[in-house]
């Protein structure tokens, strides 16, 4: 009934849906920040995270690393 775990239950980043590569793209995260700065009036941030998971993420609040944007929404 349980089906048991694979050893190795890592995911790659090959196997995952081409539509999570869309959605967390700089433009998609771009468009985001578009509206988020349409919608709130305040500045927004594109940043890069590493993470191959959300490459890219948005937020209201400069980074303290100046190399991790990648765009200012204003």
Known sequence: ?????????TMSVTTLSPRRGCLAS???AYAV???LRETTGTDQYVIGTGDPLQPFRVSRRKPSLPGSVYAMVA
């Open 1 to 9: 009934m349980n089906d048991p775990v694979p050893e190795d239950h």
């Open 26 to 28: 700089f433009e998609n």
């Open 33 to 35: 920040a578009v509206q």
